[in-house]
C-alpha cells in the first residue's frame, strides 16, 4: 500500500486532491476489469429503460433528470450508455460492449469484486487520514472511455450532485484499471477549486472541480493528472469509488 505523508495530506487540503502511484496491484485492477467484462456480457436492459448519460446540464435534463431508470439507481446496478450509440427506439447501433459510458451507482453493495475493493483496509485507512470519521459509501461506477465514440465531459465539481449534511462533507477515490495518459483523456484538476463555488451549484458545497479530457478547454491553473495503472486519485468531491 502506498504510504501517505504529513506532507502529502497538508498538500491534499491546499489543492482539494491527492494522487497516489500504485495504491491498487495490478492484479486488483485485473480483478475488477474482468468483473465488469462478465457483468457486461449477462447485461439486459431493455429499450425503453436504456439512457443515454452526458454531463452537458441541458442533456442532463433531458436524458437522466426524465428517467425513472437512472433516478432510481441509486441502491443498484445499471447501465448507462454513450451518445450516439442507439437509434430512436433504443436499438444498438453498435456492439453492446462498446456502447457502455458508466455503470452504477452501487456495485459497491451489490458485487463481490467490487465490494471487497471499496471496503478494504487501505481504503478505509486512507479515508481517516484525509480526515473521514463514520463515512458511508454513497455511490460507486465504473467509466468505460469508450474509443472514438462518446460526448464530452464538461468540467464539473461531483458534490453538487450529491446532497450531504453538513453541505460538501464527501470524498471520492478514482482508480486507473489501466495506464490513463494524456494522449487517452486522463483525470484533470484545477488546484484548490474545492475552496469556491460551483458554476452551478445544486447544492452550496466546496468540491474540487475535475474533468476527463484530453485537451481540456479551460482555465491556465488546471493540471492533467496522468496515472499509471493502478495509481489512485482522491478529491474532496464525493465518497465513491471511480474507475476507468
Not at 482539494?16 to 486488483?28: I, K, N, S, Y
Not at 447501465?79 to 453492446?96: A, I, R, S, Y
Not at 484530453?214 to 474507475?243: D, E, I, M, N
Amino acid at each position: 500500500m502506498a504510504v501517505v505523508t504529513q506532507h502529502q495530506i497538508q498538500k491534499f487540503y491546499e489543492d482539494g486532491f491527492l494522487v497516489l502511484e500504485h495504491f491498487f496491484t495490478a492484479e486488483e485492477c485485473d480483478s475488477m476489469r474482468s468483473q465488469i467484462q462478465r457483468i457486461v456480457e449477462e447485461m439486459e436492459v431493455p429499450p425503453h429503460c436504456r439512457t443515454q448519460f452526458s454531463t452537458r446540464e441541458d442533456e442532463q435534463l433531458q436524458a437522466q433528470g426524465s428517467s425513472d431508470y437512472f433516478l432510481t439507481s441509486g441502491d443498484k446496478i445499471r447501465f448507462f450508455f454513450e451518445k450516439g450509440v442507439l437509434d430512436e427506439k433504443g436499438n444498438f447501433l453498435v456492439p453492446k460492449e462498446r456502447s457502455i459510458s458508466k455503470i452504477g451507482h452501487a456495485l459497491h453493495a451489490h458485487d463481490p469484486v467490487f465490494k471487497q475493493i471499496t471496503h478494504s483496509p487501505k481504503v478505509q485507512e486512507l479515508g481517516r487520514k484525509l480526515g473521514l470519521e463514520r463515512p458511508v459509501v454513497v455511490q460507486s461506477m465504473y467509466i468505460f472511455k469508450q474509443p472514438g465514440i462518446g460526448g464530452e465531459v464538461t468540467p464539473h465539481q461531483d458534490a453538487t450532485f450529491l446532497h450531504t449534511e453538513p453541505l460538501g462533507r464527501v470524498l471520492g477515490f478514482w482508480i486507473a484499471l489501466e495506464d490513463a495518459r494524456l494522449e487517452n483523456g486522463c483525470l484533470w484538476f484545477i488546484p484548490g477549486s474545492h475552496t469556491g463555488w460551483s458554476e452551478r451549484p445544486r447544492a452550496p458545497c466546496l468540491v474540487c472541480t475535475l474533468w476527463d479530457q484530453s485537451q481540456p478547454t479551460t482555465t491556465a491553473a488546471s493540471c492533467p493528472c496522468p496515472r499509471a495503472k493502478g495509481g489512485s486519485s482522491s478529491s474532496t468531491v464525493k465518497l465513491s469509488t471511480r474507475v476507468t
